[in-house]
């Protein structure tokens, strides 16, 4: 998969209620959370951003609360993925398991700017800025969460699963 | 190279075991299980996500705790919503008002997680299973409802820190201390990603009941989980309980660990975890002068029948001071009546105690003891954020059983020293 978009830089220790504040919580209806994504930080943010757009983070993005309303939030949006030095334990599980690919890389977030266009292939596991024409090895992202963000997340995956195992008996 | 008991454990569970740390593998779960708060949304998705049965009866729990015997119309619904997906698939281990505990103290003591399982509960503190020499981790919703159709689960194989603690613990310093003691040290994110394995001489020596209160904690220090490996006291714990065959895995004396820390516990003092975060511990003798309106005795950090034998030795003979109310909750059914029969409930009541069924209750500040505006609780509980317990500006301070018992008597924070 080739993910392409531009870069909204953010700083270390994001946490869930800056994606999501907790007085939204009362609907899980993702366009709904999207509207409201990141208002503490920015409230123009879901209007300034593109669908297909790349937030690169700092460290321990996603801390907080365990609510999946989070990654929900940010996908919904439009982000196609979120980079960070680090991302807190939940988030991470959180992300993957609605179909929000995320990537670890320290370098790129020290080194990129906001407004530049990142190019991220996740079968080779690089993350070319355009705008400068540097390449990055990220982690690669392993076959099963390929599987999983490409199905659009673990439920879908489980219905497929599900699906496999009834062929195959 | 050697490996770690989480290490053991997990490649016992996959089907290529030769991963790395980092890596994302897919892992067979031996027990998974939810509560009343985590189990709708389980039982939504996994209903949306088009699975009809489960993958396991048998390995499956359902455990209505936090606010039943249901506490208002709401958390019925949520109860009712297990029951019936508890009967409609047959599932054993739904565990109604009556029969009911703590589940982090229930299954244990239900024999239904063993050493060298992968346990998987939505619920953070799930890591107290870690204590039996299983991998036991907390997750969300959507994960349970994919356990529940798959019977696996995706995990990212976490490196560990070992801790060793040695020389002789004080008189009155239990598992509850060392491990406020340990977050005091690294602090609420010191173990973040990581699991904590807790060894050395002083662990040896622990009884399961303090070795649960330790491993139910390490994720107030932000790990994934907590493991102590299995030895004479494990297996006699297990005895009478286990329904099932289990495996003993222990570390390697050449595996490779991210840290090891070492502790000498000689001159650790009963801890007290100040407002608002668990990694304010201070010493005992470091206190000050503080008042408290309540002193909660329970929960799956410390509502075992160890923790209750401490208390009734603090309060033989005592009485409740008249401005404290000391709320004392067994964390199951079983550790309720035990107490009963040694006693120790008859003497709680004489000293003026309320004694409650098992229930999380005040622990989340669901019912059972919640705190107005301005009130302080000393807790044996795991955790003192903001309203807790109760009214955001109330406060909670986190302690062991001998301190919240001791505390109740004086009408503020003490060492149980002082009453005894
Ligand atoms: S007793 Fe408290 S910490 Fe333990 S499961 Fe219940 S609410 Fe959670």
Same mark, same amino acid.
């Given at each position: ?84 030095? %680090? ?17 670890? %890389? ?64 | ?57 048998? !390995? ?20 009712? $919503? ?72 995706? $995990? !990212? ?15 009155? +310093? ?17 173990? *973040? ?8 001489? +002083? ?34 714990? $297990? ?10 895995? !222990? ?28 990694? *304010? ?89 919640? $705190? ?49």
């Amino acid at each position: 998969m080739i993910i392409k978009g531009k870069v909204w830089k953010f700083r270390d220790n994001i946490d869930t209620d800056v994606i999501i504040p907790a007085r939204y919580l009362n609907t899980s209806d993702p366009t709904e959370l999207a509207l409201h994504c990141m208002e503490d930080y920015d409230p123009q943010f879901t209007k300034k951003i593109s669908r297909g757009d790349i937030i690169v983070a700092g460290k321990n993005f996603g801390c907080g609360s365990s609510r999946e309303h989070a990654p929900i939030a940010l996908k919904a949006a439009g982000l196609s993925c979120i980079i960070a030095k %680090s991302f807190a334990r939940i988030f991470f599980r959180n992300a993957i398991n609605i179909g929000l690919p995320i990537f670890e %890389s320290e370098e790129i977030t020290d080194q990129c700017t906001e407004g530049e266009l990142l190019e991220i292939d996740t079968v080779k596991g690089t993350i070319k800025n355009l705008s400068t024409n540097k390449v990055y090895r990220t982690n690669l992202l392993p076959e099963f969460i390929q599987k999983v963000i490409s199905v659009g997340g673990l439920k879908e995956y489980v219905k497929e699963e599900l699906k496999r195992r009834e062929i195959d008996v | 190279m050697g490996r770690t008991i989480v290490e053991k454990i997990l490649s016992a569970h996959t089907e290529k075991d030769d991963f790395k740390i980092g890596d994302i593998i897919n892992v067979r779960v031996d027990f998974a299980f939810a509560n009343d708060i985590t189990a709708p949304l389980a039982i939504k998705y996994f209903k949306e996500s088009g699975a009809k049965e489960v993958f396991d009866r048998k !390995k499956i729990g359902l455990i209505p705790d936090h606010f039943a015997p249901n506490k208002d119309i709401k958390s019925a619904e949520q109860c009712k $919503l297990l029951r019936e997906f508890a009967q409609e698939q047959g599932i054993e281990n739904y565990f109604e008002v009556g029969k009911m505990g703590v589940e982090h103290a229930l299954l244990p003591e239900k024999g239904l997680v063993l050493p060298g399982d992968v346990v998987v509960g939505a619920d953070s503190h799930t890591d107290t299973s870690g204590a039996l020499g299983a991998f036991a981790i907390g997750v969300g919703s959507t994960d349970l409802a994919a356990i529940m159709a798959l019977g696996e689960v995706w $995990l !990212k194989v976490p490196p560990t820190i070992k801790f060793i603690y040695f020389g002789k613990l004080n008189k009155w +310093v239990s598992g509850k201390d060392l491990i406020l003691y340990t977050i005091s040290k690294i602090g609420v994110d010191g173990a *973040n990603y990581q699991v904590m394995e807790f060894s050395g001489e +002083v662990i040896k020596r622990l009884s399961m009941d303090n070795r649960f209160t330790m491993c139910n904690m390490a994720v107030e220090a932000g790990a994934k989980t907590a493991i102590i490996e299995p030895d004479q006291i494990t297996l006699e714990y $297990l005895q009478g309980r286990a329904t099932r065959p289990y495996q003993l895995y !222990k570390s390697d004396p050449e595996a490779s660990y991210e840290k090891v820390i070492e502790f000498e516990v000689s001159k650790i003092e009963p801890q007290v975890a100040f407002p608002h975060l668990p990694e *304010n511990a201070k010493p005992i003798s470091e206190v000050g002068y503080i008042k408290i309106d309540q002193s909660i005795i329970g929960s799956c950090t410390n509502g075992r029948i160890e923790d209750l034998r401490i208390a009734a030795e603090v309060l033989k003979g005592q009485q409740v001071h008249p401005e404290v109310r000391l709320i004392i909750i067994p964390a199951t059914q079983d550790i309720y009546l035990q107490a009963l029969r040694e006693g120790l409930i008859d003497l709680f009541v004489s000293a003026g105690a309320a004694v409650s069924t098992p229930t999380c209750g005040p622990c989340l500040g669901g019912y059972m003891g919640i $705190l107005a505006k301005g009130e302080r609780a000393i807790s044996t509980t795991n955790r003192n954020f903001v309203g807790r317990m109760g009214h955001p500006e109330s406060e909670v301070y986190l302690a062991s059983p001998a301190v919240a018992a001791a505390s109740a008597v004086a009408g503020r924070i003490v060492s149980p020293e002082e009453v005894k």
